[in-house]
Each structure stands twice: as structure tokens, then as C-alpha cells.
């Protein structure tokens, strides 16, 4: 494989990755509520989940003010955890139900990097003794 090809897949992904994010924040940040409900996101005020899974996006980046150090860690990878989750469990549905192949392609790439990152924070969690987390019991098998 020539270096140029190799460049080119590089330049692919990030920007895969660059409209993963876009197309995410735009979501949010625009209140799509169906979205974030299949993402695993809640849009109203009601009681949280033990596993932080019904969380709004303004509710796990409130879970992380006024902590630091280890604290703000353990909370965060937690969060960011549980995002991931809901990001590939929206994937898996865009990969079989998606008409448009840029879109399924787009839905293995969300999949690949995101369970990556999950398994990367899970070695951290364990490696940092935060272990007992329950996003932990979430992101099983991908």
C-alpha cells in the first residue's frame, strides 16, 4: 500500500470523524430530542438512573463541576463511558437500517472508534482503581 493511500485513509477518517462530531453536537446543542432519546439521553427532569444512562448532556456536564483530581476522573470517564454507549448503540441502528451507504460507513467507523475509546477508559478505570463504576456493567460486547 503506497503512502498516499495510506494518507488518504487517514484524511477519510478524520473526517468521518469531523462529521460524527458536527452532526452529534448539532443534535444536541439544537435540542433534537429523538435523537438524544436514541442515543439513550433524557430530555426531561425526571429521577436519574443509577447508571446515569437517562442523563441529559447538561445533567453528566453538571455531574462534573466542582470535582477534581481523582474525583472529577472517575466521573468523567463514567460519563464519557455512557455517551460512547449510546453513540454506538445509535450506530448499530444507522448500520442496519441506514439507505445510504456513506451513512453505514459512517456508522462502522462511530462503532470501531468508540467501543476503542470505551475499552481504553475501562483499562484506565481499572487501572485507577475506579473499577466498581457502573458504565462499566453498560458497554459489554461491541
Known amino acids: 500500500m503506497s503512502k ?5 485513509g487517514v484524511i477519510g477518517l478524520l473526517g468521518g470523524i469531523v462529521i460524527t462530531v458536527a452532526v452529534a453536537s448539532a443534535s444536541v446543542n439544537s435540542n433534537n430530542e429523538g435523537m438524544m432519546q436514541m442515543m439513550g439521553m ?11 444512562s437517562g ?7 453538571s455531574s462534573l463541576k466542582g470535582k477534581t483530581g481523582d474525583d472529577f476522573d472517575k466521573a468523567f470517564i463514567s460519563e464519557m463511558i455512557v455517551h460512547h454507549q449510546g ?3 445509535m450506530a448499530r441502528l444507522a448500520q442496519s437500517n441506514a439507505k445510504h451507504d456513506e ?8 462503532v470501531t472508534a468508540q467501543s ?4 481504553e477508559m475501562q483499562s484506565w478505570q481499572t487501572d485507577w482503581g475506579y473499577k466498581d463504576t457502573p458504565s462499566m456493567m453498560m458497554h459489554g460486547s461491541h
Open 116 to 119: 476503542q475509546e470505551i475499552d
Open 42 to 52: 433524557r430530555t426531561d427532569q425526571a429521577s436519574l438512573n443509577d447508571d446515569h
Open 87 to 89: 453513540a454506538i448503540d
Open 103 to 110: 451513512i453505514k460507513k459512517l456508522a462502522d467507523a462511530i
Open 4 to 8: 498516499e493511500s495510506i494518507l488518504y
Open 55 to 61: 442523563m441529559t448532556m447538561d445533567e453528566m456536564s
